[in-house]
């Protein structure tokens, strides 16, 4: 079924199936019904349920009927609103960064390693910074790995040196130098006042300033709430999502380190 006719607005008649205008969808076809939650810093009462229709009609859902309100501590609430919105999404204008490197299984990415680097691939991974939850990092590194796909630990042609929680740059640093790293992983899931972005920023500087330009290590960064365009912002040669597996960044290592070379500025 295509975006059009999934509920889609087909502006300019028949051609409009190539413009790829969708509105969201609740009860019926193209209704525009979405459902938000956010919480409020008042205690729960009828204001407080009022106050939250309020915001609703204020981000544009009108009507915007409350469906859930809970009270979460001391003065604080949770609601949860479904309504109208008349906005529309035009597909085309949707910018994501799409995966530019084919997926490999671990045999050809072993195989890749062996007859074109000859010698294992190193691999160096992190949460940095306060950040103590490995649970994400340890999907793509440890042998267990997620989704059904083993971790990178599992490919025979790569060595990887896993640094656990709460590592800070300057250990991270000499670990990658002492592990001659190839490529240095890092993860970030704490996003409060946007510790991720400034710790993965103070990374990348320290890589770049104990290293040479073309000596330093690919500087990669995953976690759930990172914007996948902001590498150049950043610093850092590639950022993976919600959802990564093993196989893609397996997959990533071996294009940017291998057939697909750059240098690393
Ligand atoms: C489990 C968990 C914990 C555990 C962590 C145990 C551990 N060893 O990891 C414990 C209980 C210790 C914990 C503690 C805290 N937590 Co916590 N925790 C979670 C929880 C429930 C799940 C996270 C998780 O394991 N996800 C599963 C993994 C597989 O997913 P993932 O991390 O996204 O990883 C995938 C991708 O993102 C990507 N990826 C991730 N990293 C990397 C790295 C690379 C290199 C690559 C390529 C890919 C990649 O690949 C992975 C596989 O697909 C989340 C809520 C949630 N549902 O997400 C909260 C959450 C992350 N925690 C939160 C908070 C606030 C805390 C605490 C501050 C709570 C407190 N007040 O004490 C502390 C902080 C501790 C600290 N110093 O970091 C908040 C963060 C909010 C924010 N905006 O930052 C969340 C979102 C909960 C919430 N909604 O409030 N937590």
Redesign the pocket.
Known sequence: MTAVEAGAVAPGGADGAAKKIVRPYGDTTGDGMVQVSFTLPVPHDKRAEGAAVQLANRMGIDPAMLVHAKPIGEGFTFFVVYGRVNHLVDLAAVQVVERDFPLLSAKEVNAVVKQRLRRKLSVV?ACIG????????D??LNVKG?AGEKGLEYYRELKVTNLG??VSVPELVEAARVEKADAV???Q????RDAHLHNTREMSAAFREAMPAGKRPLL??????FDESMTGELGVDRI??????PGE?ASYLVHALITNKKATA
């Open positions: 991974g306060t950040d103590a939850h490995t649970v994400g990092i999907a793509i997620i929680a709460q992983l890092v993860s899931v704490v996003t409060q990669i960064v995953g976690g759930p709430r993976f999502g919600r959802g990564t597996t960044v």
